[in-house]
């Protein structure tokens, strides 16, 4: 799934809402300075700083009503 | 472990019958004479026991079959016809009783909405789960996990474009990207073996309730059938949908119980994959097939419905015996591990 350097601009899909689809594999820096990566096909990243697998998407963006789901 | 490892593993062995759906298809895989009539199908539960595991039988054929059973029968009329009889009554109890949306989206926004104070299996094993409720979960989960992803290639050949491409993109990561020790099932066989379960193919079927043997005999039926190609995509969509919260709670319940690193990974890389899974399976595998074919909307409506409520049968059932503090398997587990296998610090 990986690109040659050069061979084609690594597609990015940037919704309104939820994370980043980055195509992989990837390496982000964090604020601290260390490196995460990860060498999946496409990662997503955590764009609403709940994620508690921060930078990787955890589905925590998601609405929490007060009340549990009607059944 | 290394069981696991060394290649294909032997074919299971058929598991004991519940009932004269099941014992006599058993008996023709076994070279008897007699499979079971219409209308003994017809009178039969389409959720119960016996007609479960009937199909599971007939269905299993597909995928890695039985020790001692002719590969050919795969492709035997007779019993084709007699799957298909056992199929009508679970399909249309599953469409009067299941259906609740006419369109893929509204079926889907429903499941994206996380309750506060939710009340399902996973909330209860993160919260109050013990080792023998963490075992008797997997030992279960263990009829689909063991072929995860395999009853859902088989839509691959029915799409096309951006669907076809997104889905293998996901089967792709399902198996591993290339390497044999990430494919999905065998991280649950590891799993398995943290628990001191065993995880020979198909060997806890003879445990497992007919809740659980419906949830994966829905793939298998929404699998093999073209003309459920919008419910297979559906299923898979809800499956991909609800399973990275339910997976960060069963890390934790197998972190606290101290089950192993093996036990809290496969949850744990389901947190991640299936966060990005949900995202490629309804950008570009559900919006892509709508694109080409939109008859299909109330299809894959159906899909998502009936996974859901397949899901909360088995539900149902677990928590009603564990909150009785019973077990909630046919046959309670032979081996007792240590009450603790590898307490967390
Ligand atoms: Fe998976
Ligand atoms: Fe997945």
Redesign the pocket.
Known sequence: MSTVPGERPRRITAPREGPLLVEGPVEVVLEDGTTVSSERFCVALCTCRRSRAYPWCDTSHRQHPERGRPD | MERVAKGLPREPELPPSRGPLSASVAGYLRHARRLPDHAAIGDAAPFGDDLQLALHLCYELHYRGFAGVDADREWDPELLRVRAALERPFLAALRTGASRHEHADDALDELLVEPVDGHGITHFLQDEGELWHLREYAAQRSVYHLKEADPHAWVLPRLWGRAKAGMAA?EF??YGAGRAERVHARMFADLMTDLELDPAYGHYVYASGAEALAVVNLMSLFGLHRALRGALVGHFAAV?TT?SPGSRRLARAMRRIGAGPAAEHFYRE?VE??AV?EQIVRREVVAGLLEEEPQLDGDVAFGVDATGYLEERLADRLLAAWRAGESSLRTSLSTSPRTSLHPSV
């Open positions: 996901v990561d399902e991909e399973s389901h994959a299936d899974h």
